[in-house]
């Protein structure tokens, strides 16, 4: 019997992991990053983020599980591994690209897109390598054929640009098509290497975040019918409609790919706009952070640092931190998008 078992283990070194079982290829920002700033950076994010799930410091941006988390728990795998963490990565669900602050341009930055997709495919064409060599057990070349590729990112970009234009619209809608390109070269350069399923996150709304509510004056000519700023939120629609468009193109120009544009920032919003719906109360106020209604927010008293203050009941807030949302939120918008007929993870691996 040891024997056995011992044969077994070689063999499944050599096959590696392989499709039988679901992988996630993630890139993308804070959105989605399970610890990459936090090795890559060494910054050190520690509690209160994690405090209601992990009960520590994970390199999570928020009090708990990430809507990638929810994801991963729903397809019975473990949580990513961050590629840059060196010790004891699990890379058996799949890898994670992501890092906190990540934009699309500029180009050739730690850690923006285009460099998480070269990392990717290094980490690809190492594990291949290893497996060759009989090191390991590593995703093999139909796991990486088979994986779901997900990408969140753009938010950074749009904010950034915002910022530079002092909260104007036609600059920044200007950059749009630049964004959209770089997005659209990760997918065609994750094709050539293998990638044939695609999952794509628009971005959210970025108007409703407590922390821009905060920094920036406003009437209320300047927020929509909920209290969101209008500016953001009309350049967060005008950014998705390019990354549907840009989805559209590539199903007819990528043969034999699965494209799937997923619209959260509908679900984020209807968070804001319906709160109790969903459990919420005083959706623009951070739990986590100084200064009390309307935001809690403070640059210089930020979640985390001295003078910060927690709410009583993290699950009834939106926002965590003034930016990154709760894991309550972001178990809603994660039930819901996989409570969507069109939307099934699991249809990925149906052969």
């Not at 599980?65 to 961050?82: A, G, K, V």
């Not at 050739?108 to 497996?131: A, G, I, M, T, Y």
Request: with cysteine; glycine share 10%; proline share 5%.
């Amino acid at each position: 019997m040891k024997r056995v078992i011992l044969l077994l283990s070689w063999v499944w070194m050599l096959v590696g992991i392989s499709a039988s079982r679901p992988l996630i290829i993630n890139f993308g920002d804070s959105n989605s990053d399970t610890g990459g700033v936090l090795a890559g950076a060494g910054l050190p994010i520690g509690l209160p983020h994690g405090i209601t799930f992990f009960h520590r410091g994970t390199g999570r941006f928020g009090d708990g599980r990430l809507i990638i988390d929810f994801f991963c728990e729903h397809l019975n795998l473990s949580y990513l591994s961050p590629y840059l963490e060196s010790l004891a990565p699990n890379f058996t669900s799949g890898v994670n690209f992501a890092v906190a602050g990540a934009m699309t341009l500029p180009q050739f930055v730690p850690f923006q897109l285009d460099v998480q997709v070269r990392q990717f495919v290094h980490f690809k064409n190492r594990s291949l390598e290893l497996l060759s060599l009989g090191s390991g057990n590593f995703i093999n070349e139909n796991g990486f054929r088979s994986a779901l590729y997900m990408i969140d990112i753009g938010q950074n970009d749009l904010l950034v640009a915002l910022y530079a234009a002092n909260l104007t619209y036609p600059p920044v809608a200007a950059k749009i098509p630049s964004f959209i390109a770089e997005i659209k070269l990760a997918v065609q350069n994750l094709y050539l290497y293998g990638g044939r399923k695609f999952w794509i996150h628009s971005t959210g709304p970025l108007g409703c975040a407590p922390k821009e509510l905060a920094l920036h004056a406003h009437n209320d000519t300047d927020l929509d019918k909920i209290g969101c700023f209008r500016v953001h939120n009309d350049l967060a629609k005008l950014f998705n409609k390019g990354l549907r468009r840009m989805c559209k193109e590539l199903k007819h120009e990528l043969k034999g790919a699965v494209i799937v544009y997923v619209d959260v920032y509908s679900v984020k919003y209807n968070l804001f706009a319906k709160p109790s719906k969903y459990g919420f109360v005083e959706p623009f106020k951070a739990c986590c952070g100084y200064g009390g209604p309307p935001n809690n927010y403070n640059v210089k008293a930020t979640c985390g640092q001295p003078g910060y203050n927690i709410c009583d009941n993290v699950t009834s807030a939106i926002v965590w931190d003034g930016v990154h949302y709760t894991e309550a939120a972001n178990k809603a918008v994660a039930a819901t998008i996989l409570s969507t007929p069109s939307l099934k993870l699991e249809r990925f691996w149906l052969d």
